[in-house]
């Protein structure tokens, strides 16, 4: 199990994690002051879905609901009062989580090899293990949480609605872009940005 | 009744009513998953959980002889092993390929006869580059006896694309065996409809049927066993 956590946060920062990573951070920047419940929605989602995919159980959405998530997730992110922020804030993390753990091709090592080869046999065992090695791979999106909530109000207050705006020019990018089919292209361009 | 009192009934309402969604579409695919019988041999991705529960029960014997001498595996292999590697369906065709390194070769097909290993790869992938000196091994012993590894390079990123850096990347790595430039990552999805992964190998016996399939690094030894096995006693 600790082996598998290792590995999941080493593939964090592979550029196949991009495309989990990226959706990820740009929903918690967007939510703002309710990101636990972006982050939390965010994380079962994407751990939920990859094991469903993973282990062979229905497939997997196609890539438009996908796009749609994304988009749905910038559109819930910004809707406030309508049913309740943080309840928007967790179904928007949930959405944008479903959709990334929709578009992920991840790079396999040792560990988490063995574990997609055994999943589709392992029942509810296997979804534990996908949640430890997706704990690992969310590490630096947790670690964006821990700083943000040891930060000093003042500099929330100020860095705060850039990021929003930020983490939701990204996801809707990514939403556009997935549904043009062009969602590699900009993983692709943000990976070549990060070297 | 209070604002706050009623906006958080609300919430909670509206939070039951999310969480027992979740529940309701998650066990409504798992039924669904359940009451679709696995068709294994129609692809390889859903034959993929039969080779690896398969593989792991036969193929130490063989493997352990084939590491160093491929003819002496042949006396030392047991025969129950050689009829337990599964039957995971016919290899597909490559298509809408970007051409071919390192082979004049136009399809899988044109390596009929031979026990091929198919690994999908691209050079960018750092988990991909832990299985070259596994798959370097294996094809020294075992190309002299018929095996034929065809990479198939699916990019990741654009600038993975580019065949003049695949070449590259293969000489740096002595990555010596056919390249097949899967630009566009069809054959990557054909060959695994749903779950895809880097890298993944597929082992082809010589008469194109699927013997083995596993995700990601290592079990380098139960591979080898299976390329012993089809190389030394046939499909």
Known sequence: MFDLLIEGFSSAWLPCSLIVLVPGLATVMAAGDRLPGAVAGFAISATLLSWLRFAGRGGGWPVIIAALALIGAVVLLFTRNRVGEDLAATAAGALAGGAAAELWEPCVGLEFGRLLNELPDRGPTGLAMMAVFMAGVLGPLIGFVAIVGVAPEWLRDRVQPVLSVIGGVVLAVMGLATAAGLHDNVVSQLFQWSL | ?235
Request: proline content about 7%; overall charge negative.
């Open chain 2, 1 to 235: 009744m209070s604002e706050p009192f009623v906006m958080q009934r609300t919430q909670l309402i509206a939070a039951i009513v999310l969480v027992v969604a979740v529940v309701g579409l998650v066990l409504g695919r798992l039924s669904l998953n359940d009451s679709t019988p696995a068709t294994a041999g129609s692809s390889p991705d859903v034959a993929a959980p039969a080779a690896t529960g398969t593989d792991e029960s036969t193929a130490p014997a063989a493997t352990a002889d084939a590491a160093d001498t491929p003819a002496a595996d042949e006396a030392a292999a047991p025969a129950p092993a050689v009829e337990a590697l599964p039957k995971l369906g016919q290899a597909q065709l490559f298509t809408n390929l970007d051409g071919w390194l390192q082979t004049d070769a136009d399809n899988i097909n044109d390596f009929d006869g031979q026990v091929r290993i198919v690994q999908f790869w691209t050079f960018g992938c750092f988990n991909c580059k832990n299985t070259y000196a596994a798959l370097r091994d294996i094809y020294d012993r075992w190309q002299p006896e018929g095996l034929e590894i065809l990479g198939v390079h699916a990019p990741e990123f654009d600038f993975e694309k580019d065949p003049e850096s695949i070449a590259a990347s293969a000489e740096e790595n002595g990555l010596i065996w056919p390249i097949a430039l899967d630009t566009n990552k069809t054959n990557f999805r054909a060959w695994q409809p749903g779950r895809r992964f880097w890298p993944r190998v597929f082992v082809v016996d010589q008469t194109g049927e699927i013997r083995f399939d596993h995700i990601g690094e290592g079990k380098y030894d139960e591979l080898e066993a299976a390329v012993a096995q089809l190389a030394t006693h046939g499909p």
